[in-house]
């Protein structure tokens, strides 16, 4: 989508997003719209919770939120794109099963009362252009523009750290998914026309400048990022990231008793996988060996971004999807089907696993490629051969979380 007509989509549901919380919700305060984008993960596959390292981009596409405070203790929520009302009370701390989608924006509120900060209540009305279920953040930048909406309506300040661990805690406690920091820190940190290295165990991180047109005239140096959305929904994402985040934690426990001196996976070097291999099963030795060969994967990729040869980020993406799909079984037949067509495209450079896996996106590195041709290949055997719908969008980084003014 060209820069004007996605200007002109988000205008028309900026508008839409005020009339809506006015006609809906009684109250007279003024309306006030704030915004957040998506993320992509480049490397750094189930790393964060091992703390581990991660290169990851904001994207743009975005939540965009309408928001105005009430003289009430009244918490009124609705989302534009799933037609979905709730009304709670701004202090009720129970999660809802049945409006799970409520529960992340309610997660942030409660964590910011954490903090000590007084909650009027709030009408909250959502609209985004994120895939839900793409594996592209949409529920981590839901989180992040009520966080922005929330500070921005009470007018108080806070550091982009200390936005993205009340994030964070909001989904730990509020959602109960035991995600690890990636996803809140990369929307909330990171910048436009940058990519985010991480260190999850050092909490340190460090922008590098991206350019997908290259500073020069080889063919090398210019790329675009892709994301191919399977049309397959994460339904299995939560019981099995659930379960590898205790096989992970089972490993770790096993490997340091066996008297390996670290205080997660990603403290365990290359060279010692093979001594690890003796002390663990099949399963939890695989899972061991993506986390420790994704850390490596994740140091090479800072290192060609930087050096602008997206060839080279290539190659470590089809690595990184093989350790994904292989060691840690977090692909489905579906993805395995677009990677494996994707992959015989020309102008593919390298395919990998977006976000959790288990369904959602993958995302590719390309050079120029002609999207109705990639449209139409794919069409040929994938939708023949699953019965599913897929969608192809390039992105590009987006801005920071924030007020549109």
């Known amino acids: 989508m060209g820069k004007n007509k996605k200007d002109n989509r988000a205008r028309y549901f900026l508008g839409k997003i005020k009339a809506e919380l006015k006609n809906r919700f009684s109250g007279h305060g003024p309306v006030r719209s704030f915004r957040a984008p998506g993320r992509v993960d480049w490397m750094g596959s189930h790393t964060d919770y091992n703390q581990g390292l991660v290169l990851a981009s904001t994207v743009d596409r975005e939540i965009i939120v309408g928001a105005r405070l009430r003289e009430d203790q009244s918490l009124n929520l609705y989302s534009l794109n799933l037609d979905r009302e709730f009304r709670t009370g701004i202090h009720n701390p129970v999660p809802d099963p049945n409006e799970a989608w409520a529960n992340y924006p309610r997660g942030v509120l409660s964590e910011l009362a954490q903090t000590g900060i007084e909650l009027p209540g709030m009408d909250l009305v959502f609209y985004g252009d994120i895939p839900i279920g793409a594996n592209l953040s949409s529920s981590a930048a839901l989180e992040a523009a009520t966080l922005e909406a929330a500070l921005g309506l009470l007018d108080r300040p806070m550091t982009r750290w200390e936005k993205a661990f009340i994030c964070w805690r909001a989904e730990n406690r509020f959602v109960g998914m035991p995600c690890g920091i990636l996803d809140q820190f990369t929307i909330i940190v990171s910048e436009k026309n940058h990519l985010l290295f991480l260190d999850c165990d050092r909490l340190s991180s460090e922008l590098t400048p991206i350019n997908f047109q290259g500073k020069g005239k080889s063919a090398s140096s210019r790329a675009c990022l892709l994301v191919i959305d399977s049309g397959v929904g994460r339904q299995l994402v939560k019981s099995e990231y659930k379960k590898r985040v205790e096989e992970c934690r089972r490993a770790c426990q096993i490997l340091r008793q066996a008297g390996f001196k670290i205080r997660s996976l990603s403290g365990l070097k290359p060279a010692q996988l093979k001594a690890a291999e003796k002390k663990l099963n099949p399963v939890l030795f695989r899972r061991v060996r993506h986390i420790v060969t994704e850390n490596?994967?994740?140091?090479?990729?800072?290192?060609?971004?930087?050096?602008?040869?997206?060839?080279?980020?290539?190659?470590?993406?089809?690595?990184?999807?093989?350790?994904?799909s292989r060691d840690y079984e977090n692909s489905i037949t579906e993805l395995n089907l677009l990677h494996d067509l994707l992959s015989e495209f020309p102008g593919i450079l390298g395919t990998r696993i977006a976000g959790a896996g288990w369904g959602g996106c993958l995302v590719s590195l390309a050079r120029k490629p002609d999207l109705e041709k990639l449209e139409s290949y794919l069409t040929e055997t994938y939708r023949n051969k699953t019965g599913r719908e897929f969608r192809i969008f390039p992105v590009e980084t987006g801005d920071a979380p924030g007020e549109i003014l």
Not at 301 to 319: I, S, T, V
């Open 296 to 324: 490596e994967r994740v140091l090479k990729g800072k290192d060609a971004a930087q050096k602008q040869n997206y060839a080279q980020l290539g190659k470590l993406f089809e690595q990184g999807y093989l350790s994904s």
